[in-house]
């Protein structure tokens, strides 16, 4: 550390707040040229005597649902590169849906690695993370954010663009919403909001709501109810204008991709809707009614926020940030 301030010129209480992404008040070309100075010299920060100095390890945690879905590889890069912005790296964790133990599990061996901090985006076992996040270490929930809960959460919001969407597509005259939800979700609380709003959106406007469940633990039974579902509204749709509204992106992918094989139009009488944030990488869904997400904004503002808690400590009050989302 001597040797880097000495090249720069600066002293190695500088070089450390840089080290430790402490930039309040360093100028730009002072951050380049430590930046410049450690490549050429190839210095590496010693992390256990690091630990050993500041009680803290760099590390973070990050759990997550297994099953890879369309948002988890964006979440996961915009939380990394800002971490490694900061100095920090992320230790990811998959669990499974409703296993509470082996969640519990998982997240004490994050704990015994000395992560700093933690990053939830499961949706569940949130007392168990109040409780974590009161006595341990900072916790931050992510995405699947359930109400009223006394830890930082993160998530984009749910109840009004589904409402606003539902009561723009009534507005051009479909007299019917479908709203499609899968068996293994239909419990969790941002869905539960979405089909609330979509609910309302039906009620205020006297059209008419209808439930649909899919069983999704069999992925070629799922296919095929799915494909039975599209199918059947296709038809009743020059009877009935109708809507397909989808509560997940996995699924609305799944639904677009079979129309696209079927051959089917999007029209005033049949359109797809739902939440997702891949519509500008997938021209082909053009015409299908999207909620976009701003998934890696979500993740970047989570790790922020849980390094501010980190750095400052646990408030009082807890902060809920609510992203806004863009209907396309």
């Known amino acids: 550390m001597k040797d880097i301030a000495r090249l720069v010129g600066v002293s190695t209480t500088t070089v450390s707040r840089y080290i430790n992404a402490k930039y309040d008040f360093m100028s730009e070309e002072t951050k380049d040229q430590i930046a410049k100075a450690i490549d050429e010299t190839g210095y590496r920060l010693n992390k256990t005597a690091s630990t050993l100095k500041t009680s803290k390890s760099g590390l973070i945690g990050f759990i997550i649902m297994s099953g890879l879905s369309i948002r988890t590889p964006m979440l996961l890069n915009s939380i990394c ?10 230790v990811v964790v998959f669990v499974d849906y409703k296993n509470e133990a082996q969640e519990k599990a998982r997240a004490y061996d994050l704990v015994d690695q000395q992560v700093d901090g933690l990053i939830v985006a499961t949706g ?14 900072p916790v931050v929930l992510l995405d699947q954010v359930p109400e009223n809960t006394t830890l930082d959460t993160v998530m984009c919001k ?3 663009p589904a409402y606003d969407a539902s009561s723009t597509l009534i507005s051009k005259g ?16 941002f869905i539960v909001n979405r089909q609330r709003a979509v609910m309302d959106a039906c009620r205020d406007n006297e059209r008419v709501f209808e439930k649909i469940t899919i069983n999704d633990r069999a992925e070629e039974a799922k296919n095929q109810a799915l494909k039975e579902l599209i199918t059947r509204t296709y038809d009743e749709c020059r009877l009935r204008r109708t809507v397909l509204f989808f509560t997940n992106g996995t699924l609305m992918y799944d639904a677009i991709l079979l129309c696209n ?6 029209s005033t ?7 997702e944030t891949w519509n500008k990488y997938f021209p082909f869904i053009n015409g299908a009614y999207t909620i976009t997400q701003p998934i890696a904004e979500m993740g970047r503002q989570a790790a922020e926020l849980l390094f501010q808690r980190i750095d400052g400590g646990r408030a009082e009050t807890p902060r809920h940030i609510e992203l806004d989302c863009t209907i396309i």
């Open 81 to 90: 590169e800002y971490s490694a912005k900061h100095n920090k790296k992320i």
């Open 124 to 137: 569940q076992n949130t007392e168990f993370y109040e409780k974590l996040g009161a006595e341990t270490l």
């Open 158 to 160: 749910q109840y009004q």
């Open 174 to 189: 479909f007299e019917r919403v479908l709203y499609v939800v899968t068996q293994a979700t239909a419990d969790i609380s």
């Open 261 to 266: 094989t079927m051959g089917l139009r999007y």
């Open 269 to 275: 009488n049949f359109c797809i809707c739902g939440y």
